[in-house]
């Protein structure tokens, strides 16, 4: 246990002394070893300059970055380059068009296998479709579709032409689509009629006919025909399988600027109107391509790639989208949810397409062992050779479990961190050579320059909490929020002089590794320290009895703040005072005193975005509505009540 000390930024609580060495036959043929540190210090511009080569350039860029005036970024100046065709033509020219470029699963269980010569003929296809409608270069086209590989080729199309696309989670409301329609003044829609979804069809037409006509902007829409369900059919509606398969099939790419916008994505603040994050082309595809490459260790040749993400979210265009393709990678794309037809589903899958490289988030992770050990114990689970996690804090126990059970205790686990707006990841261990840490995502990758700082931007020592910055530019940068660059400075550029903050409360252990520690704006205020939720929900889930916890502070008369737990029991349990009282000792005991729950109510599922992230301002709302005496509240009605009416109310935000 460690000491809290007075005027600290950010208390360091939880101490870790796990550790795992990379195993020795994948170190030894790790595509990224230790040395790419070394050579990413020495000359920063020099290693991004050589990532870049991976790519085909048309032109070559005459400059590496141009930061004449920050927080303005150019990467590769004066190169030019196509997207799509680095992602599909170049395999194709190289001899890979039989290469399966993507084994899609659709829920029903039906299945596609695509090579990367279909994908390409389907690419260019829709590239002639989407000119012939009156796309040109520049102009936007929203994407609403489900997980099925039209999704991927739609963007890659767009990409093609230099059109800039902006895929609208297929999860959204009216609202929520007709909003980012509008602010990006998209010209075409790309959506289906549906897609299947925990054992049943999800329309999504409906919510694109509603919208439309709130968008002026919007002259066509492309319908992918999936489910087949009865959809309304309007004069701007065309069906995919129309224009695409009456396309011609030849398509040229012409190449454009590196710093040619290739996709706005929206992420939304919890109560501002969302930020159209805004990626280019060439600095963006060169740091998917290589994180891609060092973090999952991708051998093109052999690997299987599952990201279990929705193409809607960033980690789905870095990770299933452009990086993988840019790479040549093989992967599997799974249509539904985890549960559907059966929690193994996943599991499942994993043997029959003997995936090799797992990348899911810390909310699938928790469910599935709240779900229980036996049911991935039934699948052959041995072509996993790398595990990666994403999207939240990851707790040392989920972590361990996601070791242990799934990776059979041979595998690597990657925790990496990054943001919409880093656009690739940044903050992770290397499989081949970084000793892992369970619960840290360890080190700014090589040419990234990671920080924890305190209240005056100054890095903490090891052992010390505060704020995690880049220091330095990067290439997968967003270069502004779309029509607003003063929001863009705002939001990234003014809490510290010179430094990119990212939200983030992070520490650095007594090694060094960097521990991310949630959202500053969920820290809890106790007594005078500053405490992260991530810390005691990480004490809490390494209880054995505990699945999952939520933390927030309370308003207390005495502490300023208290600290509210709701956990999820493991097997559904509802818990006594006996229990109560043991979890609150077992944090304290964790942690110190000072962390101990003042209240805990268990609860039998916990408010979440659509991209899993826990939603602790509506467990605030219920803490601060309780009164203080009522400790147990055991599958309490009321709170979930309160918090299923909060959920209705915020139903249209993502994060
Ligand atoms: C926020 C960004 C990056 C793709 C998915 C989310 C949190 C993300 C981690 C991690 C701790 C993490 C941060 C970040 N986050 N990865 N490995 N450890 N926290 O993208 O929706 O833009 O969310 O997710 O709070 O700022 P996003």
Known sequence: MNETRPQETLANLLSETRQFEPPADLAAAANVKADAYDEAKADRLAFWAKQAGRLDWDTPWDRVLDWDNPPFAKWFVGGKLNVAHNCLDRHVEAGNGDR????????????????????LTQVK????????????????????????????????????????????????????LSGRINDAQ?????????????????????????????????????????????????????????????????????????????????????????????????????????????????????????????????????????????????????????????????????????????????????????????????????????????????????????????GHNKTPVVDTWWQTETGAIMVSPLPGVTSTTPGSAQHGLPGIDADVVDDQGNSVPNGGGGYLVLREPWPSMLRTVWGDDQRYIDTYWSRFAGMYFAGDGAKRDDDGNIWLLGRVDDVMLVSGHNISTTEVESALVSHPAVAEAAVVGATDPVTGQAIVAFPILRGGAEGDENLLAELREHVGKTLGAIAKPRQIMVVPE???????????????DVAENRSLGDVTTLQDSAVMQLISEGMANTKNQDD
Request: glycine share 8%; hydrophobic share 40%.
């Open 186 to 406: 998209a010209k075409v829609v790309i959506t289906a009629d549906g897609g299947y979804r925990r054992g049943k069809p999800n329309a999504l037409k409906p919510t694109v006919d509603d919208s439309v006509p709130l968008c002026p902007s919007v002259e066509k829409v492309i319908v992918v025909r999936r489910t087949g369900q009865d959809i309304a059919w309007g004069d701007k509606d065309v069906w995919w399988h129309d224009v695409v398969d009456a396309a011609d099939k030849e398509h040229e790419a012409q190449p454009f600027d590196a710093e040619h916008p290739l996709y706005i994505l929206y992420t939304s603040g919890t109560t501002a109107k969302p930020k159209g994050i805004l990626h280019t082309s060439g600095g963006y595809l060169t740091q998917v391509a290589y994180t891609h490459q060092a973090v999952f260790d991708l051998k093109p040749e052999s690997d299987v790639f599952w990201c279990g993400a929705d193409i809607g979210w960033v980690t789905g265009h870095s990770y299933i989208v452009y990086g993988p393709l840019a790479n040549g990678a093989t992967q599997l794309m799974y249509e539904g949810t985890p549960d559907t037809p059966h929690k193994g589903r996943y599991w499942e899958l994993i043997d029959k397409y003997k995936v090799t490289i797992l990348y899911t988030a810390p909310t699938a992770i928790r469910t599935f062992m709240r779900w229980g050990d036996d049911i991935p114990a039934k699948f052959d689970l041995s072509s996993l050779r790398i595990l990666g996690s994403v999207g939240e804090p990851i707790n040392p126990e989920a972590w361990m479990w996601y070791r242990e059970h799934i």
């Open 125 to 176: 296809k829709a590239a002639n479709a989407l000119t012939e409608l009156g796309v040109r270069a520049g102009d936007r086209v929203a994407i609403y579709m489900p997980m099925i590989p039209e999704t991927a080729m739609a963007m890659l199309a767009c990409a093609r032409i230099g059109a800039t696309h902006s895929v609208v989670f297929g999860g959204f409301s009216v609202d929520a």
């Open 100 to 119: 399966v470029a993507i084994h899609w699963e659709g829920e029903p269980g039906d299945t596609r296998t695509i090579t990367y010569a279909q994908m």
């Open 606 to 620: 916990l408010p979440k975005t659509r991209s899993g992230k826990i939603m602790r301002r509506l467990l605030r």
